[in-house]
């Protein structure tokens, strides 16, 4: 709670402001009228951005990876974070209960087809390869999956692909009007001939179906070199994401179609590789802090997040003397690689009571006061930080640290380096450190 000689600080300066409205109306000297009503009790107004940052990378622990709106898949060798691979784990679901495949149905084949959404990270020229397994385990729709698990599954592959990714292209559906590509997937056909022999009763509803097959895995191996490879982004959602067993009987020919729903299902399992990492990154993530000051790194895909803590903040005041007018945190692109696009946004994290990752108090205030969105012109990202250290000033919050990370990283592939808190490349150009920016009133005793 915000004590009385802080309330009466913020009367102070509320009054302050308006003699001082008043004050430029009348064309009077700003400044000086009515500060010798106040006694010793004086207002000083000050701004600063040499607070001391300590600011390193660390690696996520994970990140919850179930039913996201998109699915990211493929492997991509980034030349500073290394290795990441992008496997899926889905439930497929009938689209019609109790189909009937007439007498002595013949499989022709059998395809798992995977709609683009046009989004991708990395280089599409580079084949992506892998295998698709049948799960061993049964998985849940109410329960919780994080990125860093791994599913079971039968070792004998049901299907193998290679393909060069085509995100972006365009293919005429059978309605003659223009869809967005997808990959196609072919099956083993003894797999998809196993479906039409099985007894009906596992067809009655979606699950005995699921009881019967209870999913697929769609298993990446990894790129081959750097630069190679590429995450794409799946919308399984979408009605053209399908597997489809093709197949013709005595009488006719049909098809029998099974896909993922909101209510089946489903997670991405990630997998970060950094042995071969650039050394100074690999370096930072494995314990030594100090390269904090030359650069720092955030990854999507819960890979990597930099924490930071101001530890002198507390020199600044308390809440019986000190109010923010305004508060910045103001972070650098790094201008070394600019190959692979940068992220939207980003998002500073607090750590709760509770022990939680939370967003800072800034955040309810609205994206355009909050920040957080990357400005090509300069190059930079800011987050208004103000509440935040009011609070911790105040005693309402303690002072854990605070995480930055890529807003959305369970489906975002983007990774970003960030010039560090004092760097050693450009010592003469300030502008460029991991800083804060602070406007403080503080009552002078």
């Not at 607070?51 to 390193?56: G, Q, R």
């Not at 699915?71 to 439930?91: I, K, Q, R």
């Amino acid at each position: 709670m915000i004590q009385t000689k802080f309330l009466r600080l913020l009367t102070i300066i509320l009054t302050v402001s308006t003699l001082s409205a008043f004050m430029s109306a009348c064309k009077k000297e700003a400044g000086v009228i009515g500060l010798d009503l106040m006694d010793e009790n004086n207002l000083s107004t000050g701004y600063s951005d040499t607070l001391t940052i300590h600011a390193h990378a660390v690696l996520l622990d994970s990140i919850r990876a179930d039913e996201t709106s998109v699915n990211v898949l493929g492997s991509f060798w980034d030349p500073v974070f290394g290795l990441t691979t992008a496997d899926l784990v889905a439930e497929l679901w009938m689209t019609e209960n109790s189909p009937n495949f007439g007498t002595s149905p013949v499989a022709d084949s059998m395809i798992v087809y995977l709609s683009y959404t046009g989004s991708y990270y990395g280089d599409t020229t580079s084949m992506l390869q892998g295998r698709i397994y049948e799960l061993d385990e049964d998985i849940e729709v109410d329960s919780t999956y994080y990125s860093n698990r791994r599913c079971q599954y039968i070792e004998q592959p049901v299907g193998e692909f290679a393909f060069y990714p085509m995100p972006t292209d365009r293919v005429m559906d059978p309605d003659s009007s223009m869809g967005a590509a997808r990959i196609s997937i072919p099956l083993d056909l003894d797999f998809a001939q196993q479906i039409l022999n099985a007894d009906t009763a596992n067809f009655s509803d979606n699950p005995a179906f699921s009881d019967f097959m209870r999913g697929l895995y769609i298993q990446f191996d990894p790129a081959a070199g750097p630069g190679q490879g590429s995450l794409i982004d799946i919308n399984l959602l979408n009605v053209r994401s399908k597997t489809v067993l093709y197949y013709h009987n005595t009488t006719d020919t049909s098809t029998f179609e099974i896909r993922t729903s909101t209510y089946s299902p489903r997670y991405g399992q990630i997998a970060h590789d950094y042995t071969s990492a650039d050394p100074v990154f690999l370096q930072q993530i494995t314990g030594d802090t100090t390269t904090g000051i030359e650069k720092l790194y955030v990854q999507g895909l819960g890979g990597v997040k930099t924490v930071f803590r101001m530890p002198h903040l507390s020199d600044i005041g308390d809440a019986t003397n000190t109010a923010f007018n305004e508060a910045k945190l103001v972070m650098s692109v790094y201008n070394g690689d600019t190959t692979y696009p940068v992220p939207a946004n980003l998002e500073v994290m607090m750590i709760d009571e509770d022990g939680e990752r939370v967003l800072i108090p800034d955040y309810s205030e609205g994206a355009t006061y909050y920040g957080g969105y990357y400005n090509q012109d300069a190059g930079t990202y800011t987050f208004r930080i103000t509440r935040y250290l009011q609070h911790v000033i105040n005693g309402d919050i303690e002072d854990k640290g605070l995480e930055l990370v890529i807003s959305g990283g369970s489906i975002n592939a983007e990774r970003l380096v960030l010039h560090g808190t004092s760097p050693l490349e450009n010592p003469g150009e300030e502008e460029i450190r991991f800083r804060a920016q602070i406007i403080v009133t503080s009552i002078e005793n």
